[in-house]
């Protein structure tokens, strides 16, 4: 999902999430129904391993998938970012798609292509992605307070 949430009920097989109006108006959870896959994950506890850049669930903008391509033994993503994002994304930056954080392979105007490795496309939602679909993007953490500083410096 790419989003922090709080599970409010669980059970077997199931979980319930309380959403705002806030997270509604910036995410695609809006668009989910009932027994719609999702990427999870626990939150990180100090002294954990850390296999990739902060991630804090705080989505930044929604993306459109443009095309995805079979390469070699992985698949290329290209998404198209909305314009207040652009600034954030450089190749070999980080940034999370869907709440998988993923290195940036290559940018090309408003596009950003990402490489995904057969383990991620198999476990997580990105292995369902195709064009068209609209996904939960986070900016790396870093680069959203690098242009912070910049702008109040």
Known sequence: AGCCLTVT??????FAV????ET????????WTEGHRV???????????????IVSGHVDGLGKVVSVTPE????????????????FIAPKGSITVDGVSLTVNAVQGQIFGL????HTWDATTLG????GDVVNLEID????????WQETA
């Open 72 to 87: 070699g033994g992985s698949h290329r993503i290209e998404i198209e970012a909305p314009a207040p994002l652009h600034r």
């Open 39 to 53: 990427n999870l994950e626990r939150a990180a506890k100090l002294g954990d391993e850390l296999g990739g850049h």
């Open 128 to 131: 369902g992605l195709k064009a």
């Open 24 to 31: 509604l108006s910036k995410t695609n959870l809006g668009d």
């Open 18 to 21: 309380e959403v705002s109006g």
């Open 115 to 118: 490489n995904i490795i057969p």
């Open 9 to 14: 009920e669980k059970g077997p097989g199931w």
């Open 141 to 148: 953490m870093l680069a959203r307070y690098l242009a912070r």
